[in-house]
């Protein structure tokens, strides 16, 4: 079996990675060509996380580059149509919910290719991220359906999906965490405000409604720093964020803005964390495997598990609501946290043995 397995922005290469190795680990006779949309160009979020995660580099690259969500959906379906035209695969293998996955599944199927969703299921049914619309736009038209849930897998049953076609395998991020986790290395912010073991917080916030708007970026940022107990805050800010911030002169003096981390060294800061305050669902699996508190900057999210079995709580987007749940982390009486069923680190093993069996 020839497959395209696609990849365009940072989460994807942690997911695909966990994949790849699966497939060497059990020297599958699958075909893999690597297809990078080039939705995310910058090194940090993209060329690194090819040599730290031990993958090819992509057979193909379509450099779509930046641009608004139709011009980015656009440019991805007219390039990758062009790769399919010279080489069509038997598969077109799709993960997450970002653009790139979107429009290549899209492309894919109009291009009479079977199509498979790895993430499928996963519902915040909030039409205001565009992520929500891209994963139901999958999940919409996929042939097969690998869900890192049993809740996941009930809701694409309830959606009308064949049963058959539905594989509850797990969670395939937690793969390269698991794989990478003794190769954790420590930023050089570590050293240089000699932080230790939870006497710091990590924050990543990036949703339009968190950040777009400056009053309300500059009221989380003040009321998270009120609340922090004079603890460091850690930053990894998007450029266009970290420029927002800076010509706000906000003059937080515990809040340090950093550029974005690669894979490794993001994982050691948050390892080492007192807690993860995120607007990112992808965060909040990792946290929950490391058993790490995280506070989540929404008022859904698509991954309940991270709060029913894992150590994630949605704290809102309305500042003043924010203190009960710093209360409870600084008393120590944050919730303790289990694993998922099978988020072990084995799921791309369970998704290639499916795969070999296939009829496609």
């Known amino acids: 079996m020839q497959v395209d397995l696609i990849a365009g922005a940072r989460p994807n290469f942690v997911k695909i990675a966990g994949l790849y190795?699966?497939?060497?680990?059990?020297?599958?006779?699958?075909?893999?060509?690597?297809?990078?949309?080039?939705?995310?160009?910058?090194?940090?979020?993209s060329g690194s996380f090819f040599e730290i995660l031990e993958i090819p580099e992509p057979d193909i690259n379509l450099n779509v580059g930046s641009g608004t969500q139709a011009e980015q959906t656009s440019a991805i379906m007219i390039a990758y149509e062009k790769a399919l035209q010279s080489k069509k695969p038997d598969l077109c293998i799709v993960?997450?919910?970002v653009t790139s996955s979107m429009a290549c599944a899209i492309t894919a199927k109009k291009n009479h290719v079977k199509v498979a969703h790895i993430e499928a299921g996963l519902r915040s049914y909030d039409w205001k991220m565009p992520e929500e619309i891209n994963r139901v736009i999958i999940d919409s038209i996929s042939d097969y359906f690998f869900t890192t849930s049993f809740k996941a897998s009930q809701k694409l049953l309830k959606e009308g999906k064949n049963k058959e076609n539905i594989f509850f395998v797990g969670n395939i991020m937690i793969d390269s965490l698991m794989r990478n986790w003794s190769k954790f290395r420590k930023p050089a912010i570590y050293k240089d405000l000699k932080l230790g073991k939870k006497n710091y917080?990590?924050?990543?916030?990036?949703?339009?409604?968190?950040?777009?708007?400056?009053?309300q970026l500059k009221s989380i940022l003040k009321t998270i720093s009120?609340?922090?107990?004079?603890?460091?805050?850690?930053?990894?800010a998007h450029p266009r964020t970290a420029n927002m911030i800076e010509d706000q002169k906000l003059?937080?003096?515990?809040?340090?803005?950093?550029?974005?981390?690669?894979?490794?060294?993001?994982n050691y800061l948050i390892k080492d964390s007192k807690a993860v305050i995120t607007d990112s669902g992808g965060i909040t699996?990792?946290?929950?495997?490391?058993?790490?508190?995280?506070?989540?900057?929404r008022n859904n999210t698509e991954r309940p598990e991270t709060i029913t079995e894992g150590t994630n709580e949605l704290i809102g987007t309305i500042p003043e609501k924010f203190k009960s749940y710093f209360d409870r982390l600084f008393k120590g009486q944050w919730k303790k946290g289990n694993i998922p069923d099978k988020w072990d680190g084995k799921t791309g093993e369970r998704i290639i043995k499916i795969l070999e069996g296939l009829e496609v």
């Not at 075909?31 to 979020?45: A, E, V």
């Not at 699996?285 to 900057?297: F, W």
């Open 251 to 266: 003059g937080i003096s515990n809040i340090y803005l950093i550029s974005p981390l690669d894979y490794l060294e993001f």
């Open 226 to 236: 009120s609340l922090s107990n004079g603890m460091p805050i850690i930053f990894p």
């Open 95 to 97: 993960v997450g919910d």
């Open 201 to 215: 917080l990590v924050l990543t916030v990036h949703r339009p409604s968190n950040v777009d708007d400056i009053n």
């Open 21 to 45: 190795h699966a497939a060497v680990t059990l020297n599958s006779p699958i075909k893999i060509r690597i297809i990078h949309t080039g939705q995310h160009y910058d090194h940090n979020l």
């Open 285 to 297: 699996e990792e946290a929950s495997v490391l058993g790490i508190p995280c506070l989540t900057l």
